[in-house]
């Protein structure tokens, strides 16, 4: 692996024993089948019956930026520590909570509220396919969709996908994303390669295997006549995405990188320099902030002020919150 790296091996130890507390717990409902998700007409953004404004984005228009900041929260369903993130529970209070923050950063765009689902959630351990991964039921993402839509926000599909890879678990999903407030949020620390086990190793993803995702994802918006669709890749080292000249653009696609470092402002500029400085153009950059990570030791002191996060330049595109 190339590039600076922060020390972050205790961090991925500790998700992985929390993600195994909550399925042991029962938290965790078994597995869908593959048949695929059966998305109620009256929900669907497709289909005969569909009206034509569904085929926008939540808050109007087909295409994200510059129109749109967006400001969301991740989550997994029944964590009620929030370890993974505040979007969990009452999801009618996460949107009040998120319009909220979304006034601090709407001072030069309108707001675009996201929530960011974790539906394939990595795993210390392999599981009955070897995979190191679990899917949520396609029920989770129907009510995470549901509450999404509640909002007018978008709802992205965030992938850690282990020992499988991004594109299995994107097509198990696929009639969700032909949805037009549906997106994906692709997370390289995640993907190992063969014989790696989360939580022991980083992994790791190539700009090549990241354009096989937006090209298949620009497929989807073009056969079903889709507004631009936003794909987010989260990223806290250089080491995690090689070659990022192999992601191509993609005028159907909004492509955003979300640097992910974790600990006090002082850190956070230094790892957002480092990788949101001179992107391509069809890269648009984001920043994650975190509740628990940012303010407390090892890694942190406070978290930063929103007026702090808009000072960076560039300045966030996309700013989310766990």
């Not at 020390?7 to 695929?36: D, F, I, N």
């Amino acid at each position: 692996m190339s590039g600076r790296t922060i020390k972050r091996s205790a961090l991925p130890a500790l998700l992985l024993g929390v993600a195994a507390a909550l399925l042991l717990g029962g938290c965790a409902e078994p597995e869908a089948t593959a048949t695929g998700p059966n998305i109620d007409t009256e929900e669907a953004g497709q289909g005969a019956q569909a009206e034509p404004a569904r085929l926008e984005l939540p808050r109007g228009g087909t295409e994200v930026f510059p129109e749109y900041r967006l400001v969301g929260y991740s989550g997994i369903k029944a964590d009620s520590g929030f370890a993974f993130g505040r979007l969990t529970g009452d999801l009618n209070a996460r949107c009040r909570e998120l319009k909220k923050i979304g006034k601090n950063y709407d001072k030069d765009r309108k707001i675009l509220p996201v929530f960011e689902f974790i539906p394939v959630l990595v795993h210390g351990t392999p599981g009955a396919d070897g995979k190191y991964r679990s899917r949520a039921p396609f029920s989770e993402v129907k009510e995470y969709l549901r509450a999404a839509r509640r909002c007018k926000a978008l709802l992205l599909l965030n992938i850690q996908p282990g020992r499988s890879e991004f594109m299995p678990e994107l097509k198990y999903y696929e009639k969700f994303l032909a949805e037009p407030d549906v997106g994906v949020a692709l997370d390289p620390e995640w993907a190992m390669d063969p014989g790696e086990v989360p939580g022991k190793a980083l992994g790791r993803t190539t700009g090549a295997e990241l354009n096989t995702a937006a090209k298949y994802l620009a497929g989807l918006v073009r056969e079903n006549e889709l507004p631009q669709k936003v794909m987010v890749f989260h990223q806290f080292n250089l080491g995690a995405v090689e070659q990022l000249n192999g992601l191509k653009p993609h005028k159907e696609i909004a492509i955003v990188r979300s640097v992910d470092g974790l600990g006090g402002p002082h850190i956070k500029r230094e790892e957002y320099d480092l990788l949101a400085t001179d992107l391509p153009d069809h890269i648009h950059p984001g920043f994650k902030l975190f509740y628990t990570e940012d303010v407390h030791s090892p890694w942190g002191s406070r978290l930063m002020t929103p007026a702090e996060v808009m000072g960076l330049k560039p300045r966030p595109e996309y700013v989310l919150y766990e």
